[in-house]
């Protein structure tokens, strides 16, 4: 054995096929077995290995009872806004519609007016919602202040190399008369 391992002798050594911990201990103490682990990735990839055809059931039928008490429970919210609602006049859920209306329209608005500022000024459309301002005239100015963070990222295109590609004139004939079109 190497001279650094005898100094580790304090050391518990742990022996599991597991690179998460557990396992038994030459002690004989430690946790049995390992927990899984929900986001190992060879857990997921080995799921149907591991299950068999009667765990697949099991999953299946868990999230099918899952996915039922998802839709009750909508069911029930539901059922509870409308009876917060019951005990409201016209007049308040009149009130709180035109409220949401309006929120929605304002947002919408905002919207408009963060396009149209980008299509000013040039500003890609995806980049149109990063613009902040409460009206035109700060939208502009934080446009402003965008514009040379995106033209330094856009790469320069090269300028068209005429010696390249087909030229308009046909190839001479002879070397001689390559020469003579090249020095003229």
Known sequence: MHTRWNNLR???????????????AEDGQGDPEPKPD??????????SEKLGENGL??????????KAAKAKLAEYE??????????????????????????????????????????????SLKLAVRLHGADKDSMLADADELLPLI???KPKIPKPDKSQGRGGKPKPASLSAAIAGHLK
Do not use: C, P
């Open 38 to 47: 929900e986001s190992n990735a060879e857990h997921q990839g080995n799921e």
């Open 78 to 123: 539901a059922q509870i806004q409308a009876f917060k609602d019951k005990d409201k006049t016209e007049s308040e859920k009149e009130a709180e519609r035109l409220q949401a209306l309006e929120k929605s329209n304002s947002e919408n608005a905002r919207k408009a007016l963060q396009y149209e500022v980008a299509a000013e000024k040039g500003i």
């Open 10 to 24: 304090h050391v518990r050594m742990i022996v599991a096929d597991g690179g998460e911990g557990g396992g038994v």
């Open 57 to 66: 059931k099991a999953l299946k039928a868990e999230r099918e009872a899952n």
């Open 151 to 153: 033209q330094q990222t």
